[in-house]
């Protein structure tokens, strides 16, 4: 169903609630017979992947890669959403910034990213508050306050 990997040389304590937390994601939005990963990177590796895909030269927080949305990459038996890379070293300095805990920047980031794998997007306003709302809803009724 998911993976979660920590492609950096750091331990990350959140991962075994992270992975409790996204099973309650998959869980409420109904994600049935689908694959999805959760990439945890350094900032130098998504500096290079916002770069070379998105043609950002800047360090950001998550990137999501919407397999769906490629034509090319049809399975009838299984869904492949795509993948999550989040900058863990950005997760943690936010979660300072916003003072809030770093689980809680982890799973708003991870949210966040299942959320575009499922379609959503925050290009306009509209769907902006659509998006973030159903965000802090899945966060907060999970227990993951501010």
């Not at 795509?82 to 916003?98: C, N, P, S, T, W």
Request: proline share 0%.
């Amino acid at each position: 169903m998911f993976e979660i990997i920590n492609n950096t040389n750091k331990e990350i304590k959140e991962l075994d609630y992270l992975n409790d937390y996204i099973k309650f994601v998959v869980a409420k939005e109904h994600i049935e017979n689908a694959i999805f990963n959760i990439i945890f990177v350094s900032n130098k590796e998504i500096h290079k992947i916002n770069k070379k895909y998105r043609h950002t030269d800047r360090v950001t927080d998550v990137i999501s890669f919407a397999l769906e949305d490629n034509n090319e990459i049809i399975n009838d038996e299984i869904r492949v959403l795509g993948d999550i890379y989040i900058a863990i070293d950005v997760a943690y300095k936010q979660a300072l910034e916003y003072n809030h805990s770093r689980l809680r920047e982890v799973c708003f980031l991870a949210t966040h990213g299942i959320l575009h794998l499922l379609g959503y997007d925050h290009m306009i306003e509209k769907d902006e508050k659509r998006m973030f709302s159903h965000q802090e809803e899945l966060l907060r009724e999970y227990g993951i306050n501010r």
